[in-house]
């Protein structure tokens, strides 16, 4: 049976970036390194060089009928341990998200590991590079396999705002908060996936922690998301550093 890490609270990466003070561009790369704290340069954070840091300044895609505490649309279910090469496959991992044109289609090739037999109804339709499903409900351990940062990158560039699952693997969950592509929310209890169905339309209300299925007529309890919110509304550890002043803005 596969396992869950508990991941370390992002209180943890808030002060170590207190910590860094005024940081250079090489400490930086140091700490993006750090599969903590991924923050979306490019192909992978362990190739840059000080000299080369480009951070992504691609927006993420947001649904219009979202807000930054609500999120609306339709779902897209899965079942457990979902690997990151379920998410997306190593063979689109040269695609670099910092390049517009990359991030949208690594977008397109979100879930495109996943068995047709088991997921007969596509998370990306023909011709297109986007989703309709906004939001992902999931069973246990999702997120496990290879630590890749292009797992929520993908996921983000194909519209979805938030993932709800039972738990999550740890390098997930902090690729997720680091990058700020999406939420990875956590529920209170087991076997909300068997509850719901691909094309469910669902709100995720933050503020009162609860998912709820409008078209099973059901709410579900989610765990508090804490202190990795802001971040995650910032778009990114390095987008919060910046916006609360714990490292200089870009100029």
Do not use: W
Request: aromatic share 10%.
């Amino acid at each position: 049976m596969a396992t869950t890490q508990a991941h370390a609270p992002v209180s943890t990466i808030r002060a170590s970036f207190q910590r860094l003070h005024s940081p250079t561009k090489t400490q930086l790369v140091h700490f993006a390194s750090n599969p903590f704290i991924f923050a979306k340069f490019g192909k992978t954070s362990f190739s840059y060089k000080p000299s080369t840091i480009k951070p992504l300044t691609t927006p993420r895609a947001t649904p219009s009928s979202s807000s930054p505490t609500t999120f609306h649309g339709q779902c897209y279910v899965l079942g457990d341990n979902i690997d990151t090469d379920q998410i997306i496959p190593a063979e689109h991992l040269t695609l670099v998200p910092s390049k517009t044109d990359e991030y949208k289609k690594l977008g397109s090739f979100a879930f495109s590991g996943l068995p047709s037999s088991l997921y007969p109804i596509p998370f990306i339709e023909p011709g297109t590079d986007s989703t309709r499903y906004s939001i992902i409900i999931a069973g246990a351990n999702f997120g496990c396999g290879s630590s890749r940062e292009h797992a929520p990158v993908a996921l983000g560039a194909a519209g979805v705002r938030a993932v709800v699952a039972e738990s999550y693997a740890r390098i997930f969950f902090r690729n997720s908060v680091a990058t700020g592509e999406v939420y990875p929310l956590e529920l209170e209890l087991e076997g909300v996936n068997k509850q719901c169905s691909t094309g469910d339309v669902v709100t995720i209300d933050l503020g009162k922690n609860l998912l709820i299925n409008h078209t099973k007529g059901k709410e579900f309890v989610l765990k508090p998301i804490g202190d990795a919110g802001p971040v995650i509304d910032a778009g990114g550890i390095f987008a919060y550093a910046r916006k609360t002043g714990m490292i200089s803005s870009v100029s």
